[in-house]
């Protein structure tokens, strides 16, 4: 019965709410943007999304994956990883509201660093920043649209029941 759960409010279930951002920060940090998704969910007799498993293929042939899960007793946690033949970059969310880590590990598989996230990396800090004048606001509109239309091909796999190739009308912002 919350707000989440009624597309006229929400716009859409989970995948709007939490995992349009981790598409956006994937998208940004690897400069490419998804091409192709796979996708299926659960929406437990209810009008949005509630659980999503996807499967994604990007510009450049790499693949990627994303699940968000909000039928769950436990708290929701953000963990990104990027795994590559060099190494791997795991960027870890804090608890209720810290600012989390970013962890190293080296290709010989030893962890080479922890890097607290600074507290000023927030995109809520950003946002409040930017209306008081004090910084520039961070994210694009185009950013943003260019996660919908990764949003609305997940939603079409998802009922089709098969790959959807992402619509590109202009250049990743």
Known sequence: GQ???????SGGGQLIDWG???????????????????????????????????STRFEDGAIGSFMHIGNSMTP?????????????????????????????INGAKEQVEILEMPAESSPDRNFVDAILGHDEVRSTGEGGLDVLRVNEAC???????????????GSMC
């Open 3 to 9: 707000w989440r759960q009624d597309p006229k409010f």
């Open 20 to 54: 349009s951002h981790m598409m956006d920060y994937v998208m940004y940090a690897t400069g490419q943007r998804i091409s192709a998704v796979m996708a299926y969910e659960n929406r437990y007799d209810l009008e949005v999304d509630v659980d999503m498993s996807i």
């Open 76 to 104: 929701s946690t953000e963990e990104l990883g990027f795994y590559g033949s060099d190494g791997t970059l795991l960027v870890r969310e804090g608890d209720y509201g810290d600012a989390g880590q970013v962890v190293h």
């Open 155 to 169: 939603w079409e796999s998802a009922q089709i029941g098969r790959e959807v190739l992402v619509p590109w009308a």
